[in-house]
């Protein structure tokens, strides 16, 4: 049974589109999903840094919320090549994508960093959307739920009760990521949306923990994404090469909105 009153849905178009890409993409899955209540469902894309700007002046706060791929851990400082939360807050985005799989394992970000990261998001007053996810070794090795338990248990180690009602949660299995990426079935997926709520309810009590977003991201698809919405556990769908065609994201959006809402 679902807990939380309205589906996450959303997409990270990685290092793919430019500004004019995103621009035409954002007006029309904001056209394409105009008849959806939005109390009903959070819709946020996160594109590429140059088209921040022209994806805040595209879509309102209350159609399709804007995200940000990365932020740095400090506030300022001699960072070359970092983007700080106040050059964030200056465009308006509202969400912080933080610990996604590639930059964890392709760039080597450590659970450490990712609660750096987290730490500034809130302290700006972002929603943190941090995202966790087991490698397939790790996986064969029978260890994915203490793997998910330490990314969470380091990354959100120093967010107090207060601030954990600003966090949202993204599982990615880092085997079902990408071109090459095999899906993980909707009751494996299931399960470990299972131990991740488990995990948050012991960092910040029932009532709290029980309320943050834990949405389902890796090679979600037109053919899975209704199996997943279907389980208990999954809030929403973090979608990628799936969503970026904004035809195709509305048919998904449409097919699993009524799914979710039959858990409750």
């Not at 079935?185 to 012991?202: F, R």
């Amino acid at each position: 049974m679902a807990r939380l009153d309205k589906i996450y849905l959303g997409t990270n178009t990685k290092m793919y589109k430019t500004i004019s890409d995103t621009v035409a993409f954002l007006s029309e899955l904001k056209e394409l999903t105009a008849d959806i209540d939005r109390t009903k469902m959070e819709l946020f894309v996160i594109p590429s840094f140059t088209a921040l700007e022209a994806a805040k002046r595209t879509v309102s706060d209350n159609s399709i919320k804007i995200g940000a791929q990365n932020m740095s851990w400090a506030e300022e400082g001699q960072f070359t090549g970092e983007i700080s939360p106040i050059m964030l807050k200056e465009i308006g985005i509202n969400i912080i994508e933080i610990g996604h799989s590639e930059r964890r394992h392709v760039l080597g970000e450590t659970d450490e960093e990712e609660k750096g990261k987290v730490l500034n998001a809130v302290k700006h007053d972002f929603t943190p959307l941090l995202c966790i996810g087991e490698t397939l070794k790790q996986k064969d090795y029978g260890i994915s739920d203490e793997i998910l338990s330490m990314q969470l248990k380091i990354g959100l180690s120093e967010i107090t009760k207060e601030q954990a009602k600003m966090l949202w949660v993204a599982y990615e299995p880092v085997w079902a990521i990408g071109v090459n990426g095999i899906p993980a079935d909707e009751g494996y997926a299931d399960e470990k949306h299972a131990v991740i709520k488990k995990t948050l309810i012991s960092l910040f009590g029932e009532e709290i923990g029980s309320d943050i977003p834990v949405l389902y991201g890796g090679s979600v698809n037109n053919e899975n994404a209704e199996c997943l919405i279907k389980k208990p556990n999954i809030d929403g769908l973090f979608i990628g090469r799936s969503a970026w065609n904004a035809d195709n994201f509305n048919k998904i959006i449409h097919a699993v909105i009524p799914l979710f809402f039959e858990k409750k």
